[in-house]
T-cell receptor, first 115, second 111 residues
Framework: DTAVSQTPKYLVTQMGNDKSIKCEQNLGHDTMYWYKQDSKKFLKIMFSYNNKELIINETVPNRFSPKSPDKAHLNLHINSLELGDSAVYFC??????????????FGEGSWLTVV | KQEVTQIPAALSVPEGENLVLNCSFTDSAIYNLQWFRQDPGKGLTSLLLIQSSQREQTSGRLNASLDKSSGRSTLYIAASQPGDSATYLCAVREVTGKLIFGQGTTLQVKP
């Protein structure tokens, strides 16, 4: 069973469209994240939710809106897609946000290409 | 602001060599440090996690050390194999809970 699963894995869409990426974890964790990996392979946090509550919100355009319907899901909705949004988006989860011993688990990534 | 740097950016070694990957960070106020592996087109796999109170962790041929006061960690890979070829990422977990990543070391182990 996949611990952190995200869909779709690949997404090609036109500028201006609205798209969503879904993420689910079956680890029983209470904290979920979205990370973005740019063309230079640099990974940076975008959002974090703890028990469905937004905890971390980095400087991300408000076209990006995360939604957490329950602890096991954290979806990412992107409005009015721009060319610069092309990247790999990784979902992740962990037990607890501020804890020294908890490993963070990543999904396989969603490759978004905006044309 | 926490910054994580990994050296070298790329490394190519013959099979069987022992090697060391380096990671440095600027703010020692961290909860833990994690080493990940990323294969092309794949997600991240956690290799080792060292808590801030620990000095090292070992898993099979991998050994990671942490010197929090100097802001350094190393990942030691013994008897490297072609299957070890991947990008290795170091990340520190800040007290805010954020995971701050280095840019990775891309390792190629030649048969």
């Amino acid at each position: 069973d996949t611990a952190v699963s995200q869909t779709p894995k690949y997404l090609v869409t036109q500028m201006g469209n609205d798209k969503s990426i879904k993420c689910e974890q079956n680890l029983g964790h209470d904290t979920m994240y979205w990370y973005k990996q740019d063309s230079k392979k640099f990974l940076k946090i975008m959002f974090s939710y703890n028990n469905k509550e937004l905890i971390i919100n980095e400087t991300v355009p408000n076209r990006f809106s995360p939604k957490s319907p329950d602890k096991a899901h954290l979806n990412l909705h992107i409005n009015s897609l721009e060319l610069g949004d092309s990247a790999v988006y990784f979902c992740a989860s962990s037990q607890g946000l501020q804890s020294s011993g908890n490993t963070i688990y990543f999904g396989e990534g969603s490759w978004l290409t905006v044309v | 602001k926490q910054e994580v740097t990994q050296i070298p950016a790329a490394l190519s070694v013959p099979e069987g060599e022992n090697l060391v990957l380096n990671c440095s960070f600027t703010d020692s106020a961290i909860y833990n440090l994690q080493w990940f592996r990323q294969d092309p087109g794949k997600g991240l796999t956690s290799l080792l996690l060292i808590q801030s109170s620990q000095r090292e962790q070992t898993s099979g041929r991998l050994n990671a050390s942490l010197d929090k006061s100097s802001g350094r960690s190393t990942l030691y890979i013994a008897a490297s194999q072609p299957g070890d070829s991947a990008t290795y990422l170091c990340a520190v977990r800040e007290v805010t809970g954020k995971l701050i990543f280095g840019q990775g070391t891309t390792l190629q182990v030649k048969p």
